[in-house]
């Protein structure tokens, strides 16, 4: 953890969870605010200075999906680390891509849940100080595609591309580092900030919806690459102007 006491927010209107959840942050000498409807929890974030949002999607007043939704069109960017006590794949999905950064499903154990939150700062750690390094905070392109990591923005030609947060960073894993073989585990460690037996799946489920995002046919890629039986890498052949055409699907 960093010297630096980090501030987070906790929306939840069952008072245990949050009472739960707040007294194992605080012992990781964390600043912790509570909100217990999501009106109230709009208000604190629209304030800004946090450094983590956990946000439970059934809340009375605005919804959590509305008031992830609102803090990701806001120029400001801050980690949202999604609680719901549901469990379907849909509910999941439509949180990750309101631009959740990442998602427990009740029941959690407070263990896993710390083990999350220790992993998304050490994202911000790893890139935080790094926002000021030219070669960090430079543009990146490869054919046509363009990424703005100061902006976290993606553009093709001239579309903008809409992509969640943790699309957003292992697209940019990838294209800092063309070329590179990646296994589903190397990422879960890289991106995710964690690696558990059985989580790979989640790998494979952001690539598909990253394809379908920033491909033009996603079943025959040319931006991320399928290396069989190894992971998945970023087209080394792709010049910076205009885009080339690779094989590799998967």
């Known amino acids: 953890m960093p010297d630096v006491s980090r501030k987070i927010l906790i929306v939840e209107d069952n008072k245990d969870i949050a009472d739960l ?10 600043e912790v605010q509570l909100a217990a409807d999501g009106n109230t929890g709009y208000e604190y974030a629209s304030a800004g200075g946090w450094d983590l949002i956990i946000l439970d999607l059934m809340l009375p007043g605005m ?27 849909v509910d999941r999905v439509v949180g990750l ?8 499903t009740k029941p959690f154990s407070i263990r896993e849940l710390i083990a999350r ?3 998304i700062f050490r994202r911000l ?7 000021a390094d ?7 392109t490869a054919g046509a595609m363009s990424i703005d990591p100061e902006k976290r ?3 093709i030609g001239s579309e903008e591309v809409e992509l969640t947060a943790r699309e957003f960073d292992l697209l940019l894993q ?3 580092n063309p070329g590179r073989v990646y296994s589903r585990q190397q990422l879960l460690d890289l991106v995710w900030g964690y690696g558990h037996d059985g989580y790979e799946h989640t790998v494979n489920s952001h690539i598909n919806r990253l394809r379908a995002k920033i491909e033009q046919d996603p079943s025959n890629p040319e931006y991320v690459l399928t290396v069989w039986g190894v992971g998945y890498k970023f087209n080394d052949r792709l010049d910076a102007g205009a885009a080339g055409r690779a094989t590799g699907t998967g």
Do not use: N, W
């Open 21 to 30: 959840v707040s007294l194992h942050l605080r012992d990781l000498d964390c």
């Open 63 to 89: 919804e959590g999906l509305e008031l992830c939704r609102r803090l990701r069109a806001r120029e400001h960017y801050t980690p949202i680390l999604m609680l719901t006590a549901k469990s379907s794949e």
């Open 97 to 104: 891509e309101m631009g959740a950064d990442d998602y427990l």
């Open 117 to 119: 939150v220790k992993a």
């Open 125 to 131: 750690e790893a890139l935080g100080p790094k926002q």
């Open 134 to 140: 030219s070669e960090t905070a430079a543009r990146v």
């Open 153 to 155: 923005s993606v553009a």
């Open 174 to 176: 990838f294209a800092r």
